[in-house]
Every structure is written in structure tokens, then in C-alpha cells.
T-cell receptor
Framework: SQQGEEDPQALSIQEGENATMNCSYK?????LQWYRQNSGRGLVHLIL?????REKHSGRLRVTLDTSKKSSSLLITASRAADTASYFC????????????FGSGTRLQVQP | GAGVSQSPSNKVTEKGKDVELRCDPI?????LYWYRQSLGQGLEFLIY????????KSGLPSDRFSAERTGGSVSTLTIQRTQQEDSAVYLC?????????????FGAGTRLSVL
């Protein structure tokens, strides 16, 4: 079953704008990861934030985590047409269970 | 290999037939996962292998679904007596057992269509 929801379900922006996606989850976590999926392809890991971290940066990506609200956000700055993809959050349980639990995803369209 | 390889990339079958999906993980990755992705949805966990054993099969939706892994490498997911609701993309992932963060590396998936 899905861990939680992502919003928005779909997002369309112009190149150069920032894109923000949100993820909510339900249970205690060890870490939260964001993955990207291009159409018809597998998922590619983007960034990981541990449960004791609040913010993390990687290039044009910024991830925040609020464990009290069980939520995370992914910000992509200065978006490019090549950023067009679906983005999923995935949580790793604090129990040590190896399977990741994925959100429902946000479809991002960046218009050139 | 360089990445996770899945075959076939597409499979069309008739209702009631059996299908086998194959996954070849990244060399040296001891952990292997199968997920299912329905159209426009997130990923649903099916089964996890550590080496050749499957300590977590909790996601298999019915006894028509089974999986095995041999030699700590290639895995096969078998769906017997396929139903239309089995239509989905089946994704395989692998990870290094030494990675506590459990970052997973995915194949491109097998798109299964049951007519």
C-alpha cells in the first residue's frame, strides 16, 4: 500500500521557474528519498535525507523534512525542460524493513 | 553489468496464461526487489530477496505470484493464470547490502499487458 500522498499530482511550469513538490507519509522513518522517473523508464535516485536532518541540498535540488508533520518537500530551482518527469518520494522504515514505500508521485512538465 | 537489466521490456499475453519476468541486478548487489506500478501510480512493493532467500514476501498480491532468485543474482517473477488486473509495469531494483541508507537502483521495467 502507498505510504502517503504527494501533491500536486501534476505541475506545469515555465523553464527557469522553481518547482516545489510535497510528500506526506504515515509511519516513523529512517530516511526519505526522492526518485525521478522519465516516461517509460525506471526510477533514478536523486537525493536522500535522514530522519535527523531538516534540509539538504544537491545542485539545483533542495529537500526539507519535517518529522513532526511527517512531510517532505522537494524544490527544483531554475527548472529546465529536461527536468520534465515524474518525481516520487520513498520512505525507508525505521524498523529496518528493506522495502521502500513510495508516494503516488508528481508529474512535472517544464515548458521550454 | 552496468545497471539493472529486465527482460522482456514488453509482454502481451492472454488472460489465463503464465508469464515469467526476468531481472538481472547490478553485479555484487545482494538485495533485490520487485515492485509493481499501475498506470499513473506509485510503486507497490511485491517481494524482497537477500541473496537467494526472500525474507519479505508481504507484497505478493495472491498465490498466483511467485519469485525466485538463483546464484544470488538473476531473479524471475512468475505470474500464473494472468488476469487483466495484473496489467502493469513490473520494476526490479537492487541495492548493496552494505548501504544502510538502502538506495535502490532500478531497471527500466517490464510492461505487462493482459488481454
Amino acid at each position: 500500500s502507498q505510504q502517503g500522498e504527494e501533491d500536486p499530482q501534476a505541475l506545469s511550469i515555465q523553464e527557469g521557474e522553481n518547482a516545489t513538490m510535497n510528500c506526506s507519509y504515515k509511519t516513523s522513518i529512517n530516511n526519505l528519498q526522492w526518485y525521478r522517473q522519465n516516461s517509460g523508464r525506471g526510477l533514478v535516485h536523486l537525493i536522500l535525507i535522514r530522519s535527523n536532518e531538516r534540509e539538504k541540498h544537491s545542485g539545483r535540488l533542495r529537500v526539507t523534512l519535517d518529522t513532526s508533520k511527517k512531510s517532505s518537500s522537494l524544490l527544483i530551482t531554475a527548472s529546465r525542460a529536461a527536468d520534465t518527469a515524474s518525481y516520487f518520494c520513498a520512505t525507508a522504515s525505521h524498523t529496518g524493513r528493506r522495502a521502500l514505500t513510495f508516494g503516488s508521485g508528481t508529474r512535472l512538465q517544464v515548458q521550454p | 553489468g552496468a545497471g539493472v537489466s529486465q527482460s522482456p521490456s514488453n509482454k502481451v499475453t492472454e488472460k489465463g496464461k503464465d508469464v515469467e519476468l526476468r531481472c538481472d541486478p547490478i553485479s555484487g548487489h545482494t538485495a533485490l526487489y520487485w515492485y509493481r506500478q499501475s498506470l499513473g501510480q506509485g510503486l507497490e512493493f511485491l517481494i524482497y530477496f537477500q541473496g537467494n532467500s526472500a525474507p519479505d514476501k508481504s507484497g505478493l498480491p495472491s498465490d498466483r505470484f511467485s519469485a525466485e532468485r538463483t546464484g544470488g543474482s538473476v531473479s524471475t517473477l512468475t505470474i500464473q493464470r494472468t488476469q487483466q488486473e495484473d496489467s502493469a509495469v513490473y520494476l526490479c531494483a537492487s541495492s548493496s547490502d552494505t548501504s544502510p541508507q538502502n538506495i535502490q537502483y532500478f531497471g527500466a521495467g517490464t510492461r505487462l499487458s493482459v488481454l
